[in-house]
């Protein structure tokens, strides 16, 4: 049993979930449902039929850990150079939680977003490098995911004292085709097709981030670390 004592020990929160350092394993993280955000909480809010289904269904940990049987089986170990290793289940005082690499740069700090890295320093000439290689390889590889979002991509940095080098971009929620009939699951150059338009939908959201701090609007509410969260 893993000891949180507290929600407020979590470093980041999503819209379900809430993310926690494991206390035995700092370089892996856990996922944990908010206690307003449970499986039971969320069934309970649908109208039928929806509130038929299973709990399963609404619990997000056992959407990620299908997504990565099917990564594993349809894609392979190159998959994770563009996502966080899954370590499976551990049991928390707070709940069942989903354990992941935790992604961090090289001084040891916990990774930010990209959303967060945009909006500091705009579209550097390490960012434009290691964004078109992050780009090409999701399109060849066929990663499945719903639509990319810049707060759901870290920036995993070269820290030293001549600055700062992109090691990677790596997504770590919002991974899984989102369809019914999850058929890309199976037809290779489906899988491609759709993870191309996914793709290309990156550098619009960055370009509608920059114009957005342009002209004086508000960050919004995901993906911003503060130092004491990164540490």
């Known amino acids: 049993m893993i000891e949180f004592f507290s929600l407020d020990a979590a470093f980041s929160s999503g819209g379900n979930r809430l993310c926690f350092v494991d206390p035995k394993d700092p370089l892996r993280c856990i996922k944990i449902a908010r206690p307003e955000r449970t499986p039971e909480i969320k069934r309970a809010a649908k109208s039928f039929p929806s509130n038929m289904r299973p709990l399963s269904y609404f619990d997000e940990n056992v959407s990620d850990m299908s997504v990565y049987e099917h990564i594993d089986t349809t894609i392979g170990n190159d998959a994770y150079k563009l996502m966080p290793k899954c370590y499976g289940y551990v049991e928390t005082d707070l709940g069942t939680g ?123 509410l995901r993906g911003w670390m503060d130092d004491e969260q990164r540490r």
């Open 98 to 220: 989903l354990a992941f690499e935790m992604i961090k740069d090289t001084d040891g700090q916990i990774s930010i977003t990209l959303k967060q890295y945009v909006w500091q320093n705009g579209i550097t000439k390490t960012l434009e490098h290691a964004l078109k290689e992050f780009l090409e390889l999701w399109q060849m590889l066929g990663m499945p995911s719903r639509n990319l979002l810049l707060h759901n991509i870290v920036v995993q940095q070269d820290i030293s004292d001549r600055g700062s080098i992109i090691q990677r971009l790596v997504v770590i929620d919002g991974l899984g085709w989102p369809d019914i009939v999850p058929l890309a699951y199976y037809i290779r150059p489906l899988a491609r097709y759709k993870a191309r338009r996914k793709a290309a939908r990156v550098r619009d959201a960055i370009g509608k981030l920059l114009n957005k701090k342009a002209v004086g609007g508000d960050w919004g």
